[in-house]
């Protein structure tokens, strides 16, 4: 995709520092393993505890993936001062997530003041072969100051 | 919504059976409060593991909420000998998920011999306050034991 | 759904002066039947021309009438001076599109400043009978004066 | 993306075939421009009949093109005997659809027996520039003779 121009200059101390503080990419064992201006690559080691009733890690922990992979990527283009919220997305899961790595790779496909949108895939590797096992599309908005300081306490889409 | 006959005299033992037999539920706390044929409610308590940035639930945990609801609704009306796969959802999240206690309501649209459509409500209780703060609409597939059988050591939507 | 309070006294008449300004509409037949606040039902006949190789209405042609239903229902709420752009939205095909008229009803799930969040279905009517045929769930963004002066000739979600 | 090898030797005629058997592709002006086993492109003038109230083509005859790019994408790789059906598709409209001609190309992400996944990709064609205005993820079913003999005169995901 195209290179993007990131407006804040410090995009990637902002973007690791927002990521470090969500306690549920702790939880699931999810890493940043590249970052660039609008475009994340993120991953997860194969655990028992997040399966579903065949072994296979369940759509709602690859899609953590994917929206956290999303989130991130769209970040990276966002202004210093904006917080950031997922709209909606759609997972569509190609193949059972079997494997002992996982990789959720997103970039934007178009960033906007307002709203971001972004593109994910999920990859399982498995036996050292890697399979394309899901896709995302996402909506990502950016909160900034002037919206967090209204009437609602936090805003939703306000 | 319409009221559906299951095909399979013992769903309830079936569906409960299913869904007690993924780890991802146990972990994430989730468990069933209410099943009836192509209709579910899962419950699931605040835990600080699963949030983000501001604190709020993270949208892949309630999105595997809204997915098993989805999975376990549609069970409900499959063939006794059925397997089921989420072929694709899409989340749209309404508000933040803050509350002490989140709750996936699942239907069945229309269920069918392949594919079966859902749509499911994801509701935060918050000081005593219920807010609709996620909606999904999913396809779900039954795996019937032709199919298992098949060349792939697991069917992928074959 | 819930009542929902306009913001614009004059909601009726902007919402179908708006309507009334798509050639796309007169071009597919698809008229106002009803409308309230976040409400709408559309209809359109049975047009050989838009039909696909089984002689069905064509699914962009549903989904026209189902993504029109729904910003003309998210338009109903937003201030006098707004104009409105779909976002994204998903459409599943439940059944054929097989009948001699087509309906289309949407409502808000929740409105915002920015952005609203709505849910349409489509019906066919076929001899005498009336199916459920697709559903959609859409995001709508209301476009404001201020966005519109910007250097963009067109914002598109900026 | 991957290349794919189609079932069907007599692929590209029975697609073509598909296409030119649909009355709404001919009444909106959408023709062919390429097809590759699982790859298609489509191309369509801009025409003020399918506009919206700022002069833009509509997003449900945008996503038509879209969805019958995935359609006939999907299709080449289907065995001779399948009719095809779209099962859901989302569409996100990343900038307003304005241009003098609009190009639609899809390609098969992941080819099955019952289900097949798409993406598309919409982009307008405006005074010698070419912009990305829409994308598509979809699931397309082919429906396979076995099936039309079932009791249902249509079968519809059944």
Same mark, same amino acid.
């Given at each position: /995709?195209?290179?993007?121009?990131? @407006? @804040? ?14 306690? +549920? /990419? *702790? ?12 475009? #994340?690559? %993120?991953? /997860?080691?194969? !655990? ?5 009733? @065949?072994?296979? #890690?369940?759509? =709602? ?7 956290? &992979? ?9 202004? !210093? ?5 997922? #709209? ?6 190609? &193949?059972? &997530? ?9 970039? #934007?496909?178009? $960033? =906007? ?10 990859? +399982?590797? *498995? ?10 599309? =996402?909506? %990502?908005?950016? /909160? %900034? $100051?002037?919206?967090?300081? !209204? *009437?609602?306490?936090?805003? !939703? *889409?306000?």
């Amino acid at each position: /995709m195209a290179a993007f121009e990131p @407006n @804040n200059p410090g995009y990637r101390a902002a973007a690791i520092a927002m990521f470090e503080r969500q306690p +549920a /990419m *702790h939880t699931l064992g999810i890493v940043i393993v590249r970052l660039a201006p609008g475009e #994340v690559e %993120l991953a /997860m080691l194969h !655990s028992a505890a997040f399966t579903q009733q @065949n072994g296979f #890690v369940h759509a =709602g922990i690859i899609t953590a993936g994917l929206d956290n &992979a999303c989130g991130v990527a769209a970040f990276t283009l966002m202004p !210093s001062e904006a917080d950031i919220l997922t #709209v909606e997305f759609k997972t569509t899961l190609l &193949a059972p &997530a079997r494997g002992e790595r996982f990789v959720f790779k997103a970039e #934007v496909v178009k $960033p =906007g003041r307002t709203l971001t949108f972004c593109e994910a895939k999920a990859f +399982a590797e *498995h036996e050292g072969k890697t399979t394309l096992i899901a896709t995302m599309t =996402g909506t %990502l908005m950016a /909160m %900034l $100051p002037r919206a967090t300081a !209204s *009437h609602e306490p936090r805003p !939703s *889409h306000a």
